[in-house]
């Protein structure tokens, strides 16, 4: 697609139920990202995706969060027993290569998505 | 981890005005972005620049990898630069806090 899409844009859930947040990067886009932005804050390193590398998830807060990536294009963040703390804009971003193996400058630009805003009630 | 601090946290100028942001990190990098999220948050990419200087309209940045630091110059600022700037670096592309700007009218 032109941009990365996420899915979906807004949620409200009960504290303990399940959540699935979805994230379509730039077609051919090798890199995906995913962060967390509490109201007012940074954003959040949760989960790096290269390629058919294994996922870098030491950004992942407790093992109630889970992200994974279907053949090496759309992706999906988990989130079990929510909690009110949860509550967030989920943030999907994706390049063309990751750094530091690019050569061109272009080919490591970061392109976000609109997020993911979670409210768990 | 790397460390990446950015200053000042808060700035309100006029329109018109220039201002300067910083971004310094603690560690070498091969890799450094500057983004701009807007009001309604939706984060805009404004440079690549991992080392040396770029320019794009009024906007432009430095990275003296070096040193460790990056510098973003806005010039002649509008209302629409209002937000907040953020450098993002390594592989994990590990954000800073931000420095939120106020353009005043």
């Known amino acids: 697609g032109a941009g990365v899409s996420q899915s979906p844009s807004n949620k409200v859930t009960e504290k303990g139920k399940d959540v699935e947040l979805r994230c379509d990067p730039i077609?051919?886009?090798?890199?995906l990202y995913w962060y967390r932005q509490s109201l007012g804050q940074g954003l959040e390193f949760l989960i790096y995706f290269q390629g058919n590398s294994a996922p870098d998830k030491s950004g992942l807060p407790s093992d109630r969060f889970s992200a994974e990536r279907t053949g090496g294009s759309v992706s999906t963040l988990t989130i079990q027993r929510t909690q009110q703390e949860d509550s967030a804009v989920y943030l999907c971003?994706?390049?063309?290569?990751?750094?530091?193996?690019?050569?061109?400058?272009?080919?490591?630009?970061?392109?976000f998505g609109a997020g993911s805003r979670l409210t768990v009630l | 981890g790397i460390q990446v601090e950015q200053s000042p946290p808060d700035l309100i100028l006029q329109e018109g005005a220039n201002s300067t942001l910083r971004c310094n990190f603690s560690?070498?990098?091969?890799?450094l972005q500057w983004f701009h999220q807007n009001p309604w948050g939706q984060l805009i990419n404004l440079f690549y620049i991992p080392s040396g200087t770029k320019q794009n309209g009024r906007l432009s940045a430095t990275t003296v990898a070096t040193e460790r630091y990056s510098l973003l110059y806005i010039s002649s600022s509008q209302t629409t630069d209002s937000g907040v700037y953020f450098c993002a670096l390594d592989d994990k592309i590990i954000f800073g806090k931000g420095t939120r700007l106020h353009i005043l009218p």
């Open positions: 971003a994706s390049s063309l290569l990751p750094p530091p193996i690019s050569g061109t400058s272009g080919a490591n630009v970061l392109t």
């Open positions: 560690d070498s990098v091969n890799n």
């Open positions: 077609s051919g886009h090798t890199a």
